[in-house]
């Protein structure tokens, strides 16, 4: 991920060192105070496409729920009602399956 410095002042930034600095006029993120060579100059960060999907991701993963419930109540009835089957044959095979390609990815 890159990030790039400009020179503006803007959003949460802006506002937190207005805080810190008791709300002083120029005294923006980045500025040295009045009469320094640095008066006036602000900083911005500027993030790359793939960091951008990154936080987009982040954000949906955060948005969607835990269980999805279309997927699971039927299982669930099926369990209560005792209709689920399971073959032993099928679960032994897939995990037969998961460890081979676990050894051959290791390999």
């Given at each position: 991920?890159?990030?790039?410095?400009?020179?503006?002042?803007?959003?949460?930034?802006?506002?937190?060192?207005?805080?810190?600095?008791?709300?002083?006029?120029?005294?923006?993120?980045?500025?040295?105070?009045?009469g320094s060579a640095g008066a006036g100059r602000a900083d911005d960060a500027e993030f790359s496409s793939g960091a951008r999907t990154l936080g987009l991701a982040g954000e949906?993963?955060?948005?969607?729920?835990?269980?999805?419930?279309?997927?699971?109540?039927?299982?669930?009835?099926?369990?209560?009602?005792?209709?689920?089957?399971?073959?032993?044959?099928?679960?032994?095979?897939?995990?037969?399956?998961?460890?081979?390609?676990?050894?051959?990815?290791?390999?």
């Open positions: 991920m890159v990030t790039r410095i400009k020179s503006v002042n803007v959003g949460q930034l802006g506002r937190i060192s207005r805080k810190r600095t008791g709300g002083k006029s120029g005294a923006g993120v980045g500025s040295a105070g009045a949906a993963i955060h948005a969607a729920p835990d269980v999805r419930v279309e997927l699971v109540e039927p299982i669930r009835e099926a369990l209560a009602g005792g209709r689920y089957q399971v073959s032993s044959l099928e679960v032994a095979d897939k995990i037969l399956r998961q460890v081979l390609m676990e050894r051959k990815k290791s390999i």
